[in-house]
């Protein structure tokens, strides 16, 4: 009797380890993408996504609707597409949107700044599936430095 | 002058057979024909003693050092506007340092201490002995399993101990400061590296497991049979399996990291 | 006769003192032998070499035509299998019931099935009159119970040899009486050959065929209970009589008292 609650309590203790290793290797929580519910899906195509990864938070005006779900090259001149899942409950954006890549704070991690369009009759709103056309791209340091010091140049 | 050479010398050469004393133990310990129906239920027995009853502390530490790591790297961070990569930090330190080392600790201080009590005590009360005028062979019967049990157990709680501490560090850093969630887990994702940092990580428990449980099995099986030299005993345990586990730290982080 | 266990000229010292100088004693197979002498001569010392757990410096030690510290590992616990001891303390193992304890060499030597264990290990433990105390747990044991569970134990795999730490110190004069009855019926029921190591000298030469007594290094006196009752050496009728002098000086050293104490204004 003794011996078997011993067994069951090394069987526990054993696959606690194991549970902790899978936790740890999958590092955590794959399942929770946005806060949970259903979703659809949106691509976007820029020149440059910057450090932008996947995981990163998609937000409108700083709350966020979503995720970036997969990054990939496509096309002949090997563009950056991003695909992000938007949370059903948003689903009235209009063909007309942008979506820029932001930093938060001067050091911190790149997001998805998504920016409503306008409404009106000749529109449309995005389908899961859809792309939005309208991007900016991450802005890159040196970039900024080097147009910076043509400008001067030009003076 | 001459007296002072000579305990050096006698200190330096009782050290020298101390460890060899420990490697003969081993060899004998560990090599041998296998008898697994024998064996196993004592294994499980140990397993039981030695990790099953750690789990608790190693558990409740592993929580509140993740919500401290939580806690101060977030001020730290929150200073430069890099709050995000708490996520990382948390882990990082947990699975690289934290987690072998204070594992190593707690468990020297849990178990260790308790290994050599119980086989000091054995000793004292003739029970090592017993076994071996019994043609028990006391090293396969009373130390193998207790070895494996240390050796399986000690990784399996660092383990443990940082999966409870990143999780830990998610509850303040998520929960309560507002990290966001998902910038906690993505970038903690891409900073953590499975080889680098996980195995790295399991291969320093390993190696804490191995040195702990043999430092306080030795120091049980070498104890004087007395309470006094069995309270010594388990006292240098805990003193001599934590300075190891230090010392090792620093090299295997030199090793593993530093080139 | 055939002699169970041969010391010849054994030479043993733990560390930098000696023990024994030169000791010799024979135990013949089926009799009750009884090693006598005060304390800190290294009794326990003299089973232990006869077990095989120390080595002699010097001399041999046979058991059962084996030369005991020339044996390689495997013979020596072949041999161990053959012999078993009754620790002072009864060195049960503490994390098992007295049955348990019983039934430990058993299932360790033998394969035989639960069932005829447990039949043996009843048997073994009405011998020594504990059969209701058998799911009890060491601790919950009195000395006296704890040294009969551990002699239940020490014959349970029905050894030829079997050696008595002190069995009689510390305890009170039943149980005494108790393990001095039970030495002397498994000797007979058994057949098996005992060793006593002892200092109580009226009950071990109360159950004792032949008696040894050491003292000085080597043995200084042996022979059969009344023999040695009528032995006139000053030493062997210092210790069987108790006196507090005689050649076994009372103080540990010998230095004069009066310049010991005057040691410290020379």
Do not use: C
């Not at chain 1, 709103?125 to 802005?139: F, V």
């Not at chain 3, 120390?54 to 030369?67: H, Q, Y």
Request: charged content about 20%; proline content about 4%; cysteine-free.
């Amino acid at each position: 009797m003794e011996s078997r609650k011993t067994q069951l309590w090394v069987g526990i203790f054993v696959v606690l380890g194991v549970l902790a290793l899978f936790f740890i290797a999958l590092r955590a929580a794959s399942g929770t993408m946005t806060t949970s519910g259903e979703t659809y899906t949106l691509y976007a195509k820029f020149d440059n996504i910057g450090s932008l990864k996947v995981r990163s938070p998609v937000k409108v005006g700083g709350v966020v609707v979503g995720r970036v779900t997969n990054i990939s090259l496509t096309g002949d001149y090997y563009e950056p597409l991003v695909e992000m899942s938007i949370s059903k409950e948003y689903d009235e954006f209009s063909e007309t949107s942008s979506v820029s890549v932001l930093t938060s704070g001067l050091l911190g991690e790149q997001y998805l700044g998504l920016q409503p369009g306008f409404i009106d009759d000749s529109v449309s709103m995005l389908e899961d599936g859809d792309s939005i056309t309208d991007t900016k791209s991450a802005l890159v340091l040196e970039n900024l430095i080097g147009q910076f010091l043509f400008s001067q140049g030009n003076d | 002058m001459s007296q002072f050479f000579e305990n050096v010398g006698r200190r330096v050469l009782d050290s020298v057979a101390g460890i060899g004393f420990a490697l003969a133990m081993f060899v004998s310990a560990i090599i041998g024909k296998p008898q697994p129906r024998k064996s196993w239920p004592l294994f499980i027995k140990q397993m039981y003693v030695v990790g099953v009853l750690s789990m608790v502390i190693i558990i409740v530490s592993g929580l509140f050092i993740g919500m401290v790591l939580g806690l101060q790297g977030y001020t730290i961070l929150v200073d430069y506007g890099a709050e995000q990569s708490l996520g990382p930090m948390v882990a990082l330190s947990l699975l690289r340092e934290l987690g072998p080392v204070v594992t190593g600790l707690l468990f020297a201080g849990r178990a260790g201490s308790a290994l050599t009590a119980e086989i000091g005590l054995m000793k004292a009360t003739e029970q090592l002995s017993s076994l071996e005028m019994m043609a028990v062979d006391p090293l396969r019967r009373v130390i193998a399993p207790r070895f494996w049990a240390g050796l399986i157990s000690m990784p399996l709680l660092a383990l443990m101990f940082s999966a409870v501490g990143i999780y830990g560090g998610y509850l303040v850093g998520s929960g309560w400061l507002g990290v966001d969630e998902g910038a906690f887990w993505s970038v903690m994702q891409s900073a953590v590296d499975w080889r680098d940092d996980l195995l790295n990580g399991v291969i320093k428990s390993i190696v804490f497991a191995f040195v702990v449980t043999w430092i306080a099995l030795y120091k049980g099986y070498r104890a004087v049979p007395t309470s006094a030299g069995i309270s010594a005993a388990t006292t240098s345990t805990v003193v001599t399996a934590s300075l190891a586990v230090l010392g090792l730290d620093f090299i295997l982080t030199a090793i593993m990291f530093g080139g | 006769m055939t002699q169970l266990v041969e010391l010849k000229d054994v030479h043993f010292a733990h560390g930098d003192r000696p023990l024994y100088n030169g000791l010799s004693l024979t135990v013949p197979k089926g009799k009750v032998i009884a090693v006598m002498g005060p304390s800190g001569i290294g009794k326990t010392t003299l089973l232990k070499l006869i077990g095989g757990q120390l080595k002699p410096n010097k001399g041999s030690i046979k058991v059962a035509g084996e030369e005991v510290p020339k044996l390689s590992r495997d013979k020596l616990y072949e041999l161990r299998k053959r012999m078993s001891m009754l620790f002072q303390s009864g060195a049960l193992f503490t994390d098992m019931s007295v049955f348990d304890n019983v039934a430990f060499p058993l299932r360790e030597h033998t394969e035989l099935p639960e069932n005829i264990i447990r039949s043996v290990v009843l048997m073994k433990l009405e011998a020594v009159g504990l059969r209701g105390a058998r799911d009890l747990m060491p601790s919950e044991l009195s000395g006296g119970m704890a040294r009969r569970a551990a002699l239940a134990r020490a014959i349970a795999l029905d050894p030829e040899l079997i050696m008595y730490d002190e069995p009689f110190a510390g305890q009170d004069p039943i149980s005494m009486g108790v393990i001095v009855k039970l030495i002397k019926s498994l000797n007979q029921s058994l057949g098996l050959t005992s060793i006593v190591v002892s200092h109580d000298v009226k009950e071990v030469l109360s159950i004792a065929d032949y008696a040894y007594v050491i003292a000085d290094k080597k043995v200084v006196g042996e022979g059969t209970p009344d023999e040695l009752r009528n032995n006139d050496t000053d030493i062997i009728k210092q210790f069987l009589q108790g006196n507090a002098d005689g050649p076994v000086a009372f103080h540990y050293s010998n230095d004069d008292f009066t310049t010991d104490l005057l040691g410290g204004e020379k």
